[in-house]
T-cell receptor, first 114, second 113 residues
């Protein structure tokens, strides 16, 4: 079974530039999560999708961050414009429908904003 | 915001020794999970313990949960160099239809061969 796929793995951009991350969850997993992990910290949830609906985006900085999950499968997370403080690893995870959920994480995208 | 605090922040042991990591959290939970993260395999789920359980085993892993103290511990027995990684506890609480996983700050474990 293929795991969660993310691309790109690394991205270096200048501040004020836009950037987008892509995630393909495990087949059949209807719940998809985007996390941000700062250096030396645990991941923090940005947004959670149930199928194509964003059911928890309370931690998403909506002035510059946006996300979409068209057709309830792949998802894209965008930052526009990027700031220096956005440098972090962006992780995508997915899980199946269950009350006691185990989340499967992708390898992440390491973003460096210069 | 982080829910859990892991202790110690960093731990260095010799291969074959046991490693114990502790996690404290702030609010009532439904379950607590431990994850491992290294550069090779990313973040991987290790074990889940429910709020009505006190101890759980999986291979060389032993997890305890004390809901009265809002704390959990992860014991890795007979450690190997391949166990070198960061270990995170993550709690799940339920509120309405939500199911949010909140991670702690992590313990960096180094196992010396």
């Amino acid at each position: 079974e293929a795991g969660v796929v993310q691309s790109p793995r690394y991205k270096i951009i200048e501040k004020k530039q836009p950037v987008a991350f892509w995630c393909n969850p495990i087949s059949g997993h209807n719940t998809l999560y985007w996390y941000r992990q700062n250096l030396g910290q645990g991941p923090e949830l940005l947004i959670r999708y149930e199928n194509e609906e964003a059911v928890d985006d309370s931690q998403l900085p909506k002035d510059r961050f946006s996300a979409e999950r068209l057709k309830g499968v792949d998802s894209t997370l965008k930052i526009q414009p990027a700031e220096l403080g956005d440098s972090a690893v962006y992780l995508c995870a997915s899980s199946s429908l269950s009350r006691q959920r185990e989340q499967y994480f992708g390898p992440g995208t390491r973003l460096t904003v210069t | 915001s982080q829910q859990g605090e892991e202790d110690p922040q960093a731990l260095s042991i010799q291969e074959g020794e046991n490693a114990t990591m502790n996690c404290s959290y702030k609010t009532s939970i439904n379950n607590l999970q431990w994850y491992r993260q290294n550069s090779g395999r990313g973040l991987v789920h290790l074990i889940l313990i429910r709020s009505n359980e006190r101890e759980k085993h999986s291979g060389r892993l032993r997890v305890t949960l004390d809901t009265s103290k809002k704390s959990s511990s992860l014991l890795i027995t007979a450690s190997r160099a391949a166990d070198t990684a960061s270990y995170f506890c993550a709690t799940v609480t339920y509120g309405g239809a939500t199911n949010k996983l909140i991670f702690g700050t992590g313990t960096l474990l180094a196992v010396q061969p």
